[in-house]
């Protein structure tokens, strides 16, 4: 399928699969008061006590999608009011579709995780303070690289010592392996390694691989998608207390994509946070997840590449390739899955795997403040639909 029917297809595909979702379980207390109002008004009473301009969420619950709703606005200045259909950059969550992909090479045997990051990339990539230490694509997914964001990470060149005499900047003091610092750059170089080692441009692989499988509208290229469905993102300013519209989050990438070099301009997608999803579409890519890999009899990774996913490799972050462990979001429960900020979007996405639960939230601006690691609205939303839905 060439790249202009390959677009055609993605808009038949969304208008053939928009409206399409797990059948929604009827939520009733015993009192016999519908659930849902209930649930949207304690939702509501949260975001009246916060600075928010929207949310959406989605609620997992035994194999099935059991509450969605959307509250707020998807474009503050017009009063347009968010949907469910509605897509978001989501930032870090995005850092999971990367993983996820590089597994399924895995799984196939054109890479290992134990690989030479150099020779995956196809230049020079070592700590400069521990030279003959190989810096593996492990390492890379799970933050323990030794590579740091201080010289940029919008493009290959900041790390490349053929293009950037400061290229020792990106390495920080300690052995590679041995400490974590979450990075940026770590996403975008293992989002390079995917496409070259795939051969197919990196958003294609995405879509091809683990969106169209799953039947989830959504991707990396703003081109290839309908804007009218972005939800528009804000930034809180908290010297004048109000929002800002963030246009850079749904910046076309055209010119880029023109002077595209494959296995190299990756970055211009930004696989560590550049993924564009609703949150209804966002909770099935969840629930494969938790349902260790498949969905609806669809296969996208091995039970033992999901485990490996989750599976953490340090102790005090508990983070894992592209997935961490808390226990920090719902007290009692231990969560897996990922956060995500950006350009003044918050975004969760955590499930319970053994219980078969999950919750997604997506926040389009809010006042960001933070509570046990999380930011506050969606940590209070989270615990709420937890109480009414799960519990």
């Not at 300690?174 to 070259?196: D, F, H, R, S, V």
């Not at 494969?288 to 996208?300: A, V």
């Not at 078969?356 to 939303?381: A, H, M, T, W």
């Amino acid at each position: 399928m060439n790249y202009f029917s390959q677009t055609i297809f993605k808009i038949n595909m969304f208008q053939k699969f928009k409206y399409l979702f797990i059948p929604v379980l009827f939520l009733t207390f015993s009192s016999g008061v519908n659930a849902q109002s209930a649930i949207e008004d304690s939702v509501k009473a949260i975001m009246s006590r916060h600075p928010v301009v929207g949310l959406s969420v989605a609620v997992v619950k035994g194999n099935h999608l059991v509450y969605t709703h959307s509250f707020g606005f998807k474009n503050l200045e017009t009063k347009v009011p968010l949907e469910n259909k509605n897509i978001f950059r989501i930032a870090s969550i995005s850092k999971s579709f990367t993983s996820t992909g590089l597994m399924q090479l895995v799984q196939k045997k054109k890479i290992s995780l134990d690989d030479d990051v150099s020779d995956l990339v196809g230049f020079k990539i070592r700590n400069p303070k521990f030279p003959d230490k190989k810096i593996t694509l492990r390492m890379v997914l799970s933050h323990t690289s030794s590579i740091n964001d201080k010289e940029g990470y919008f493009t290959l060149d900041s790390i490349n010592p053929a293009k950037n005499p400061n290229w020792a900047g990106c390495y920080n003091d300690y052995e590679p392996g041995t400490q974590y610092q979450y990075c940026n750059y770590n996403y975008n170089i293992a989002g390079t390694i995917l496409e070259k080692e795939s051969g197919e441009r990196f958003d294609h692989y995405v879509y091809n691989h683990i969106l169209k499988p799953l039947k989830i509208y959504g991707g990396f290229n703003v081109n290839d998608l309908d804007s009218n469905l972005f939800a528009q993102i804000y930034e809180y300013n908290k010297d004048s207390s109000g929002f800002f519209h963030s246009p850079a989050a749904y910046a076309s990438r055209k010119n880029e994509i023109e002077n595209y070099v494959m296995g190299y301009s990756t970055p211009v997608f930004s696989p560590a946070g550049g993924m564009k999803i609703s949150a209804t579409g966002l909770s099935r890519y969840m629930q494969m997840h938790m349902d260790k890999g498949e969905l609806d009899g669809t296969r996208i990774i091995s039970k033992k590449s999901e485990r490996t996913m989750r599976k953490a490799l340090s102790e005090k972050e508990h983070y894992g390739l592209g997935l961490l462990t808390t226990k920090n979001l719902i007290y009692g429960e231990t969560m897996v899955g990922h956060t995500g900020g950006a350009y003044g979007l918050y975004s969760l996405m955590f499930f319970e795997p053994k219980k078969k639960f999950g919750i997604v939230i997506i926040c389009n601006g809010c006042d960001p403040k933070y509570s046990n690691g999380f930011e506050s609205v969606n940590r209070e939303v989270a615990n709420e639909l937890y109480k009414q839905v799960i519990k």
